[in-house]
Nanobody, 125 residues
Framework: QVQLVESGGGSVQAGGSLRLSCAAS????????IAWFRQAPGKEREGVAV????????SYADSVKGRFTISRDNAKNTVDLQMNSLKPEDTAMYYC??????????????????WGQGTQVTVSS
């Protein structure tokens, strides 16, 4: 059983930065797509960033493009989401997920079969 654990959430003022990390209990996710999703109260879960398997490419939702960066930290064995220039509308529970994806499904939740418990990000104005 693969377990994903997110960390790094918190509260920050608009314009600030946070770095989220996703750690896996096995090396399963090294050959899988790893994505970050978020869900705000009353809204659907939204894919924000994906690191394709083999680290061959990344993709981002338009709402975060230019502000968020997804990357793998081999030293810590994590996949991180660096979030800069945060806005109040970025407030949500953030989840990492692992699965098999393609360019069509990369930011769609149905492509992912392993999920973490989430970490809260709150951005105040």
């Amino acid at each position: 059983q693969v377990q994903l654990v997110e960390s790094g959430g918190g509260s920050v003022q608009a314009g600030g930065s946070l770095r989220l990390s996703c750690a896996a209990s096995t090396y399963y996710y090294r050959n899988r797509c790893i994505a970050w999703f978020r869900q705000a109260p009353g809204k659907e879960r939204e894919g924000v960033a994906v690191l394709y398997s083999g680290d061959i490419a990344t993709s981002y939702a338009d709402s975060v493009k230019g502000r968020f960066t997804i990357s793998r930290d081999n030293a810590k064995n994590t996949v991180d989401l660096q979030m800069n220039s945060l806005k109040p509308e970025d407030t949500a529970m953030y989840y990492c997920a692992a699965g098999t994806c393609n360019t069509w499904s990369a930011l769609r939740s149905y492509a992912y079969n392993y999920w973490g418990q989430g970490t809260q990000v709150t951005v105040s104005s």
